[in-house]
T-cell receptor, first 113, second 112 residues
Framework: EDQVTQSPEALRLQEGESSSLNCSYT??????LFWYRQDPGKGPEFLFT???AGEEKEKERLKATLTKKESFLHITAPKPEDSATYLC??????????????FGKGTRLSVIA | DAGVTQSPTHLIKTRGQQVTLRCSPK?????VSWYQQALGQGPQFIFQ???????QRGNFPDRFSGHQFPNYSSELNVNALLLGDSALYLC???????????FGQGTRLTVV
């Protein structure tokens, strides 16, 4: 069974204090790994897709990396507006069409000014 | 581009009632997936629609049903509501040629 585990469950940072969020996964043939940001009561906002080990993508203060077993979301010099829950999801299999996303429980990030 | 839109945003229903949630996909997308997100949990896959047919289904009872229309919009129906059905219901749209899924704002369903 495909599984995604995110750690830590919650993270509290001072503004400017860089850190990383972890997403470990087991999947039968990774098609893609996705990072989303979710604000309270809202839908997930797409951040990145990673397809193969060694791939990296950046957006503003965020950088996502991928290995064969895990992905990291690095946050450099975070600001209070980066406070949100960050969700990791995997898409498995190579059937035609889009197979469903399997999500972790997320990491709740709080950035304190 | 309006992105993925869902309606209503909030809904309160009584146990045993039926509910219909609606979703309009992002322009250019033909695939709609529905997810249920309980408080403090990640979204759980309910089912996916493509070409007006249910293509895949997650581990949800058949009280959960859906439909996709020719314009790619979709409905999620839940019959005989239970207290445990209270959750944020998310619609995600994608193109069959592209794996990236974009989510709507969700419908918060409360069953009392």
């Amino acid at each position: 069974e495909d599984q995604v585990t995110q750690s830590p469950e919650a993270l509290r940072l001072q503004e400017g204090e860089s850190s990383s969020l972890n997403c470990s996964y087991t999947v039968s043939g990774l098609r893609g790994l996705f990072w989303y940001r979710q604000d309270p009561g809202k839908g997930p906002e797409f951040l990145f897709t990673l397809y193969s080990a060694g791939e990296e993508k950046e957006k503003e203060r965020l950088k996502a990396t991928l290995t064969k077993k895990e992905s990291f979301l690095h946050i450099t010099a975070p600001k209070p507006e980066d406070s949100a829950t960050y969700l990791c999801a995997v898409q498995a299999g190579w059937d035609s069409g889009n197979t469903p996303l399997v999500f972790g429980k997320g990491t709740r990030l709080s950035v304190i000014a | 581009d309006a992105g993925v839109t869902q309606s209503p945003t909030h809904l309160i229903k009584t146990r045993g009632q039926q509910v219909t949630l609606r979703c309009s996909p992002k322009s250019g997308h033909d695939t709609v997936s529905w997810y249920q997100q309980a408080l403090g949990q990640g979204p759980q896959f309910i089912f996916q629609y493509y070409e007006e047919e249910e293509r895949q289904r997650g581990n949800f009872p058949d009280r959960f049903s859906g439909h996709q229309f020719p314009n790619y919009s979709s409905e999620l129906n839940v019959n005989a509501l239970l207290l445990g059905d209270s959750a944020l219901y998310l619609c995600a749209s994608s193109s069959d040629l592209n794996t990236e899924a974009f989510f709507g704002q969700g419908t918060r369903l409360t069953v009392v």
